[in-house]
């Protein structure tokens, strides 16, 4: 794994340690909860930032959360012993991408995704996707800060950048159309049923002492002794 882009912990070039990459995950641990073993049986996940963990030992399996990145490590002990998130450098990369969307493209400005967001109807969903979304501006900006040489490309350490598919804008808005036509979005983590947590106001650090957490309080082991070993 000490190969690998993930163990220098940096998704953008520039010199430094690891950093805290990603401040929110929004996968559907639904997925897990599908094909695992019935709760009380023992788990290994990725800690990330702490999210899936999280919800499968809610579920009442015992857990064991792994990362090549030290950072996330200490940011999900952090946040599941009570503190806010942060934003990672991903986000903060989404972010950017938002605002130079709602910049030019008046259907992603926050006000309008909320309502889109929030809605319930797949069908509806598929419908204003195709209508007020998936528009040829949409197009052609991901075409330009996504295929390879593009501004995501160029920002990413060479590492990533040279993992970009060469159709990835394509790829991506094909998943986000199969997605709203199947599911509704104030179902799906990271639309609507993480809308409200993304616009509260969180705090920057956290000064709790998590030291205990891990044993006691969620009794979910985050082992750095696996993660260095990982890393090897």
Do not use: K
């Not at 929110?24 to 702490?50: K, Q, T």
């Not at 999900?76 to 950017?96: D, I, Q, S, Y």
């Amino acid at each position: 794994m000490s190969g690998t882009p993930w163990a220098r912990g940096r998704l953008l070039g520039g010199f430094g340690g690891p950093r805290l990459l990603f401040g929110r995950m929004y996968e559907d641990w639904g997925v897990e909860l599908a094909v695992f073993p019935p709760p009380g049986a023992r788990v290994l996940c990725i800690a990330s930032a702490g999210d899936t963990a999280a919800a499968l030992h809610s579920a009442g399996y015992e857990v064991t959360a792994v990362d090549v990145n030290p950072v996330q490590l200490t940011y999900a002990r952090e946040r599941l012993a009570g503190c806010g998130t942060r934003e990672g450098t991903a986000e903060a990369v989404m972010r950017l991408g938002r605002a130079a969307a709602a910049r030019l493209l008046p259907a992603w400005r926050q006000r309008e995704l909320h309502r889109f967001l929030t809605l319930d109807d797949p069908v509806e969903q598929a419908h204003r996707w195709r209508e007020e979304l998936d528009t040829a501006g949409l197009r052609r900006l991901m075409r330009v800060a996504l295929r390879p040489g593009g501004a995501l490309a160029v920002a990413l350490r060479p590492s990533f950048a040279g993992v970009v598919p060469t159709r990835f804008d394509e790829v991506l808005r094909r998943r986000l159309e199969r997605t709203v036509g199947r599911h509704p979005n104030a179902a799906i983590p990271g639309c609507g049923g993480c809308w409200r947590a993304r616009s509260r106001r969180v705090p920057r650090r956290c000064g709790h002492r998590a030291s205990g957490w891990c044993a006691t309080t969620w009794r979910t082991r985050w082992s750095r002794r696996r993660a260095a070993a990982m890393t090897r």
